[in-house]
């Protein structure tokens, strides 16, 4: 698969909130890093992220655009509730090796009606 293959099945196992067919999807040492967090390493941990985010919020990833650019692929998104971000996978051996994601955190905690953080 190439990575915007990979991606879109990302984006599939992702608006189906399955936190397993996800993690199959990274490498076993993947990290992801959402810039508004702390790194995750491990695909487990990477898994376990998912499933609280899972029940936390329902989620769903519109396709507004995937490039490709070699061992990359840049996932822009958008929600049907308006909220927006970008992606950027890495991907090696057809495994997700790194990820990296930007989007607003404070507007997906209002929209949610999540708790907002003090500090």
């Not at 099945?9 to 909130?17: D, R």
């Not at 376990?48 to 329902?58: H, I, L, N, P």
């Amino acid at each position: 698969m190439s990575p915007k293959e990979v991606v879109r099945k990302w984006v599939e196992a992702f608006n189906q909130a399955d936190a397993d067919l996800l993690a199959e999807l990274y490498d076993q040492n993947a990290i992801n890093h959402q810039v508004n967090s702390e790194p995750v390493e491990g695909r487990d941990s990477i898994k376990q992220m998912f499933v609280g985010e899972f029940t936390r919020a329902k989620m769903i990833c519109e396709i507004e655009n995937i490039l490709q650019d070699g061992d990359w692929a840049i996932l822009e998104w958008k929600d049907p509730q308006g909220l927006r971000g970008c992606g950027f996978f890495q991907i090696k051996n057809h495994k997700i090796v790194f990820q990296r994601g930007y989007w607003d955190k404070l507007s997906f905690l209002r929209l949610h009606n999540l708790p907002i953080p003090s500090d």
